[in-house]
């Protein structure tokens, strides 16, 4: 019995040793690159998150532009955001150059999002 108990302690100070070590490094902050942080500060200012949203935080009423760089490219958001159809901000060059990477940063980190749609079944009854 005591060996049993030795064992169970010994086995429960490696787990907890290993949770903990795990857990600083994923919860370790991490540096945002400058120009991100260029992007992130022009996406709050201009009120993009008024509409849009990002990982499902902000706005619903217009489309959600977290996977948004990787599925139109970087040249496909430089012309519609210098030259965009009516009812839409326009943005300098400068402003698009600062967006792009925080867009970019956005779908490279997003994990999957959003979540696949799936259709649930009628009960039988």
Same mark, same amino acid.
């Given at each position: 019995?005591?060996?049993?108990?030795?064992?169970?302690?010994?086995?429960?100070?490696?787990?907890?040793?290993?949770?903990?070590?795990? !857990?600083?490094?994923?919860?370790?902050?991490?540096?945002?690159?400058?120009?991100?942080?260029?992007?992130?500060?022009?996406?709050?200012?201009?009120?993009?998150?008024?509409?849009? %949203? /990002?990982? !499902?935080?902000? !706005?619903? *009423?217009?489309?959600?532009?977290? +996977?948004?760089?990787? +599925?139109? !490219?970087?040249?496909?958001?430089?012309? %519609?955001? *210098?030259?965009?159809?009516?009812?839409?901000?326009?943005?300098?060059?400068?402003?698009?150059?600062? /967006? /792009?990477? %925080?867009?970019?940063?956005?779908?490279?980190?997003?994990?999957?999002?959003?979540?696949?749609?799936?259709?649930?079944?009628?009960? *039988? +009854?």
């Amino acid at each position: 019995m005591v060996g049993t108990r030795r064992f169970f302690a010994a086995c429960l100070l490696v787990s907890t040793t290993l949770m903990v070590a795990v !857990g600083v490094s994923v919860l370790a902050p991490r540096a945002v690159p400058p120009v991100v942080a260029a992007g992130s500060h022009l996406w709050h200012e201009r009120g993009c998150a008024g509409c849009h %949203f /990002l990982l !499902g935080q902000g !706005g619903l *009423t217009a489309p959600d532009l977290t +996977q948004v760089y990787s +599925q139109r !490219g970087p040249d496909t958001l430089r012309a %519609f955001l *210098t030259s965009p159809p009516n009812n839409h901000p326009t943005l300098s060059a400068h402003d698009v150059d600062n /967006l /792009l990477p %925080f867009l970019r940063w956005f779908s490279e980190q997003s994990l999957g999002w959003p979540p696949a749609p799936f259709a649930l079944e009628k009960p *039988t +009854q």
